[in-house]
């Protein structure tokens, strides 16, 4: 199997080109890189070179050894390249979702995967810095991964899953760096959970405190300690990150996905999805979407 039956590229829209739910891969990019979009997690590592990652989330020029993690949905690109040599390493939102939706309760990858994308105002995107001595050790994990993409996913998927896991604990160590992480408390996972389980659900403070038998100002409190946002602003975050799928693999008119979504108001839907993308929900799909989509051959 060749990266490019994994990784395809349509326009601006990266995609899993078959059942693949894991992908690592070496690309050289000798200039810039259009921005462009997908709806899995990616994390891009600096192999060699330098180059400008230009995202939602800002500029940052790159070089050997930094990492840069983005939620589903988020756009980026990259600018002034010079023989910037990147490791792309990329996992469905729906293994995240399942498979390791345990690591909501581990406080290092915790936070690299679910919360730290989020806090001090970042907008799906993380960036770290890899030690040396944990390079050539995190790169020896998505080799490995790579040349399990040739075997049979039905044997081992658990493998790959295995050596995905290790590889981003890696970037998760290097994100805390030497500071020692706290567990998440658990009635913040089970938040989560609720609210994602139902998102297009009417949701208020008062109803997701009941439910975990807590006072809505505590629960307001623990949420920001660990996720750096009130219950309802991650709600609104995991909505936008849904919708974003929709506008990108389906044909749902924009007013249908926010009422999917949990946002029957179309005005304050826009203003939401603009709010973290950084662009209307229309312009995002125009933008993003295969030009062959918009012309209505499929």
């Known amino acids: 199997m060749t990266a490019g039956e994994t990784i395809q590229q349509k326009f601006t829209l990266v995609y899993f080109g078959d059942d693949t739910f894991a992908y690592a891969g070496r690309h050289l990019h000798e200039e810039s890189l259009p921005v462009h979009t997908h ?3 990616e994390v891009a590592f600096v192999l060699g070179g330098s180059g400008v990652h230009h ?18 949905g988020v756009w980026h690109g990259y600018e002034d390249c010079d023989d910037l040599l990147l490791y792309n390493c990329c996992f469905s939102a729906e293994l995240l979702r399942r498979e390791l939706s345990w690591t909501r309760d581990d406080p290092v990858l915790g936070h690299l995967l679910w919360t730290g994308p989020y806090v001090e105002q970042r907008r799906g995107v993380l960036a770290t810095h890899l030690a040396p001595d944990v390079r050539d050790e995190f790169a020896a994990h998505l080799d490995t991964l790579a040349e399990l993409r040739s075997r049979p996913q039905h044997l081992y998927r658990g493998d790959l899953i295995a050596q995905l896991t290790l590889a981003l604990g890696h970037v998760a ?16 996972v089970e938040a989560m959970r609720l609210i994602e389980s139902r998102p297009a659900h009417p949701w208020t403070l008062t109803e997701l405190a009941d439910l975990l038998h807590l006072a809505p100002g505590y629960v307001v409190r623990l949420f920001k300690s660990f996720t750096g946002l009130p219950p309802m602003a991650y709600l609104s975050r995991y909505r936008v990150e849904l919708a974003a799928e929709m506008l990108l693999h389906t044909d749902r008119t924009v007013r249908a996905i926010a009422e999917q979504v949990g946002w029957p108001d179309a ?32």
């Open 267 to 298: 005005n304050y839907f826009a203003r939401r999805f603009r709010a973290h993308y950084g662009l209307t929900a229309s312009e995002y799909r125009t933008r993003f979407t295969p030009r062959y989509k918009l012309l209505g051959r499929v």
């Open 173 to 188: 160590r290097s994100v805390g760096g030497d500071t020692r992480p706290q567990a998440v408390h658990p009635a913040v």
């Open 55 to 72: 995202s939602v989330d800002g500029r940052r020029r790159l070089g050997p050894g930094d990492a840069v993690l983005l939620r589903p």
């Open 39 to 41: 709806s899995f997690i």
